[in-house]
Structures are given as structure tokens and as C-alpha cells.
Nanobody, 124 residues
Framework: QVQLVESGGGLVQAGGSLRLSCRASGRTISRNAMGWFRQAPGKERDFVATINWSGRNTYYAHSVKGRFTISRDNPTNTVYLQMNSLNPDDTAVYYC?????????????????WGQGTQVTVSS
């Protein structure tokens, strides 16, 4: 079993930045890709970013590309999402997830474990 705990969410003004963290426990995640997803009020959960097991390959949703950066630190079992130039459309609950495989993927169906989410609210 793997437990994922997100942190770093909060309230920020438009144009500001936040850094989300996702700490895994239970076993190492160094052989798994990881992803971030988000769910805005009244909407379905959407893909945000993913990173492969080594950190070498990353992919982003079009809406966040150039503003968000996903990274990982395997020795500490932690994945990060640096979010810059935030706007109100980024308001959502952000979830990290563990992929069952090494390679980065954008499909929710490829992720076996999910965190409880952290709220990000961007005011205009």
C-alpha cells in the first residue's frame, strides 16, 4: 500500500505562485511515474502534469504548460508541482497520483493510488 499526502495549497492572488508537495509513504515510488490532476467545482477531474520514474520526461496539460513545473526527489519519496503565474481558472483541488508503471502517462486509468487533495484558490 502507498499513502500519498499533498500539501502546499492555499489562497493566492492572480499572478502569484504556489508550490505543492506530495509525500509518499509505505514504499518507494522511485520506480513509478507520478502525476498531478485537478478538479474544479462542478467539473470533472483533469490531467495537469506527469513525470516519469527518473524525472527525465515530463508532460503538461496545454493550459498549464510554461507556467507549471513538475519535479521529483526520489530519495525523499516526494513529488512537487511549482505553479507560477496563477490565474482564477487554476482554482481547484489538486491531487497527486501514483502511476502503476515507469513511464509518464496522462490517463487517470493508469494511476493506482491517489492523495486526498489540496485546495488551491486563486483570487482575481
Amino acid at each position: 500500500q502507498v499513502q500519498l499526502v499533498e500539501s502546499g495549497g492555499g489562497l493566492v492572488q492572480a499572478g502569484g505562485s504556489l508550490r505543492l508537495s506530495c509525500r509518499a509513504s509505505g514504499r518507494t515510488i522511485s520506480r513509478n511515474a507520478m502525476g498531478w490532476f485537478r478538479q474544479a467545482p462542478g467539473k470533472e477531474r483533469d490531467f495537469v502534469a506527469t513525470i516519469n520514474w527518473s524525472g527525465r520526461n515530463t508532460y503538461y496539460a496545454h493550459s498549464v504548460k510554461g507556467r507549471f513545473t513538475i519535479s521529483r526527489d526520489n530519495p525523499t519519496n516526494t513529488v512537487y508541482l511549482q505553479m507560477n503565474s496563477l490565474n482564477p481558472d487554476d482554482t481547484a483541488v489538486y491531487y497527486c497520483a501514483l502511476d502503476r508503471d515507469l513511464g509518464a502517462t496522462m490517463s487517470e486509468a493508469d494511476y493506482d493510488y491517489w492523495g486526498q487533495g489540496t485546495q488551491v484558490t486563486v483570487s482575481s
